[in-house]
């Protein structure tokens, strides 16, 4: 008595299994080649900021003497229009903050903004030293924003509503 048996598979059926794995072996090594070769990588997307929430950064780095969280939220080559006089670059930006009669212990109110493309337009009760007292005015502010950062900035002193 025999008790080993042996298991018979077709020929045809063997030869069907062998075929669809040489077929999804294939398709693997197709898609792993390929893919990278078809697939279009996005460039990164511009950086979006919220421009309100930049200018509430800006009044927070001025309020609180923070030339460098000022600066950081400029590009290297921004340029700044102080009525007529023209400031290039993070390096005079800085000596502007620092030096400037404008900006010197400058403290700024926002009383408006207005957001228009990739510039936004704001309005500040402005004051230098620690009270308001006598000595507020008014300024206008002009930005393009670029890529998350301040391109350019205009700044003009614009007179007060009741005329002093």
Partial sequence: MNTHRVLRIPMVELVIVALILLAVTGLALLVSV?????????????????P????????S?????NVDTMLALFTEDATINDSGS??????????????????????L?????????????????????????HSAYLLRWIAVVQQGKIQSLTVSLLPMPDGK
């Fill in 109 to 133: 109110k926002l009383i408006h903004t207005q957001v228009t493309d990739e510039k936004v337009f704001w309005y500040d009760i402005a004051h230098n030293g620690p009270e308001i007292g």
């Fill in 34 to 50: 390929v893919w990278p070769l078809i697939h279009v990588r996005s460039s990164p997307a511009p950086i979006q900021v919220d």
């Fill in 52 to 59: 309100l929430e930049m200018v509430n950064a800006f009044h």
């Fill in 61 to 65: 780095a001025i309020n609180n003497d």
């Fill in 86 to 107: 023209i400031i290039k670059g993070k390096e005079h930006i800085r000596t502007w903050v620092l030096n400037s009669e404008r900006m010197a212990g400058l403290h």
